[in-house]
């Protein structure tokens, strides 16, 4: 892991919120600042790793970081309230501060697709997982040929980061987005975000980010094999309970992984078979 922090992974430190955004219904961006200098500096993360938020006498939760890594003073986190830590940061205020540890787990991979396309595809809050390495591509746009996002919700209101769209193809970046169930005000595609991976990867020189629903990654896999793309160049990232983030209290468990560490991205070829077992 990146930086300094990770020589005490179960220390925890203060973070101010310093900026909150509804991004879409039951879904804010924290903007979050470590409160002491020298840690704010020593922080590092790389894109697809996650941090514990915890609150004090409520719990922890595993957030995605969802900001750009050359910017680790302000960390963003996307959040769905859906339990306890989740509803209880929803009611937080800019000023709040929350204990967070981290970084943990495997990025993206973005250095071994270096030359070829990439293909980011994302269903739902699954894009959060993703934006830090979207960022990360614009940066280094001309270090990749063709840089693809393609992201799909069930409705308009619940496509994340729209607003960034025009930033994102400014720096060359291609972008689609698709919904389930389009509203009067829709002009865009209505569908499934696999229709768009049939529609716009490039089988022959393509490596594919993926993030969301488990049965929406095995089917975009499986879309993206009928395209050419096989398994060993299709990245997912997962998503599991977690409690300690080192390993230790076996809760992410999948298989003969723990999610949080060889996870949370892994090269889907290592995971499909057990991806296929319901509950696992």
Known sequence: LPGSLAAEPWRSHAARSVA?????????????????GAIRAAYRFLPGQFNMLLLPGIGEAAISIASDPQSPDRLTHTVRAVGNVT??????????????????????????????????????????????????????????????????????????????????????????????????????????VTDLVARCVDGRRAGVLCGGPDGMMRAVAAVAAGVGIGPERVWVS??????????????????????CLDGPVFRYDRVARLMEVPGL
Request: aromatic share 6%; glycine share 14%.
């Open 20 to 36: 909150i955004r509804d991004e879409a219904p039951g879904v804010r961006g924290y903007d979050l600042e470590l409160c002491d």
């Open 238 to 259: 997962m998503e599991r309970p977690m409690s300690c983030a080192v390993g230790q209290c076996g809760l992410c468990q999948f298989g003969p992984f723990f999610v």
């Open 87 to 192: 509803d209880a940061l929803a009611r937080q205020a800019v000023g709040d501060e929350i204990l967070l540890r981290g970084p943990f787990g495997s990025p993206w991979p973005l250095g071994a697709l270096e030359g070829g396309d990439v293909s980011v595809v994302a269903g739902g809050l699954g894009l959060a997982s993703q934006r830090a390495a979207i960022l990360a591509l614009a940066r280094r746009r001309g270090a990749y040929r063709r840089v693809v996002v393609l992201a799909g919700a069930k409705t308009p209101s619940g496509l994340l980061y729209a607003r960034e769209d025009a930033a994102w193809r400014a720096a060359g970046i291609e972008v689609e987005r698709v919904v389930e169930s389009a509203d009067a005000g829709w002009r865009g595609a209505v569908g499934l």
